[in-house]
């Protein structure tokens, strides 16, 4: 398992990812609208995701009405994500997500439940 990004949430992804991409020299490469605008910029072998809502009522419009623009998530890569949640399981984390879904890029992934995890909100994924 390896740290693959920090989610960002914005309330205009491509505007934000423009200013940490001229701040950081870090290009862009990604980008995908589905329920979410995700903007990716490669921040070396890691990347920041610019998430910004396509309808306020997605989570990530109740997370930004809630808690305002900010760091919404970490992402972790997986090898084997059915593996990973069985693990979280068994160690007292709750999962939001029982049944991987489908995410951007096309990964399968999964998230737990900030309320275990410290009130960070963990993403899991698999290519």
Do not use: C, K, N, Q
Request: proline letters at 4%; aromatic letters at 8%.
């Amino acid at each position: 398992m390896r740290l693959d990004h920090a989610g960002i949430a914005a309330t205009d992804a491509d505007e934000l990812a423009g200013l940490y991409s001229d701040l950081l020299g870090a290009p862009v490469v990604h980008r995908e609208r589905g329920d979410i605008r995700s903007v990716f910029l490669d921040v070396g072998d890691r990347y920041l995701e610019f998430l910004e809502p396509v309808d306020m009522d997605t989570d990530i419009g109740r997370y930004l009405r809630e808690a305002g623009p900010g760091v919404h998530h970490l992402g972790f890569e997986t090898a084997d994500l059915s593996v990973a949640l069985d693990h979280a399981w068994e160690l007292g984390i709750g999962l939001i997500d029982e049944e991987p879904r489908e995410g951007v890029w096309g990964h399968e992934i999964a998230f737990l439940d900030p309320d275990s995890t410290g009130g960070v909100l963990v993403e899991f994924f698999e290519e």
